[in-house]
Structures are given as C-alpha cells and as structure tokens.
C-alpha cells in the first residue's frame, strides 16, 4: 500500500503561483510513478504531470508544458507541482497519484490516489 497526502492548494489570482506538495508513504515505491492529476466540477479527472521515482525523468500535459513542474524529494519523500502563471481555466482540485513503472495519462491507470486538494484561481 502507498499512502498520499496533498497540501497547498488555495486561492490564487490569475497570473500567480502555487506549489502543490503531496507526502508518500508505504510500501517501498522507488519503482513507482507519481502523478498529479486535476478534476473541475463536471468534467473528467485530467493528467496534468508525471514523474518517476528512482530515474527522475518526467512527462507533462501539453496545456501544462512550461508553465508547471513536477520534481520530488527522495529525502522528504514528497512529490511537488510548482504552478506558474495560473488562469482561472487552471481551477480544479488536484490530486497525486501513484502506480508502478510506467508513466500513463489515463485516471484508470493508477492505483493509489490522495484525498485531493482544492485551487481556485480568480480572475
């Protein structure tokens, strides 16, 4: 089991930044993938970021590129979203999720999930 817990959402103006952190634990997840995913109301949960674990390397969403980072910390063992130059369509809670191996961009793909946490970006 690989628990995950995320913190730092909030309210944010248009143009602004956020950074996102969610906690691992469990079971041994250095073969694993972390991923942030974002779900707005009445729309399907979206892959935003991947990274994995042990090789570092990463994977983003084309409406994210350049603009979000995802980065972890093997010491924290905590898995960051840094979000610049946010727009209100960037409005969702965002969740961290975590499956092994290989990086996917489908929801169903993983098999942990945390609790979710909420930003709102006002324009």
Same mark, same amino acid.
């Given at each position: 089991q690989?628990?995950?817990v995320e913190s730092g959402g909030g309210l944010v103006q248009a143009g602004g930044s956020l950074k996102l952190s969610c906690a691992v634990s469990g079971r041994t997840f250095s073969t694993y993938v972390m991923a942030w995913f974002r779900q707005a109301p009445g729309k399907? !949960? &979206?892959f935003v970021a991947a990274i994995k674990w042990r090789a570092g390397s990463t994977y983003y969403a084309e409406s994210v590129k350049g603009l979000f980072t995802i980065? !972890? &910390?093997n010491v924290k063992n905590t898995v960051y979203l840094q979000m610049n130059s946010l727009k209100p369509e960037d409005t969702a809670v965002y969740y961290c999720a975590a !499956?092994?191996?290989?990086?996917q961009t489908s929801a169903h793909e993983y098999d942990?999930?945390?609790q979710g946490t909420q930003?709102?970006?006002s324009s």
């Open positions: 690989v628990q995950l399907e !949960r &979206d980065s !972890r &910390d !499956r092994r191996v290989l990086i942990y999930w945390g930003v709102t970006v």
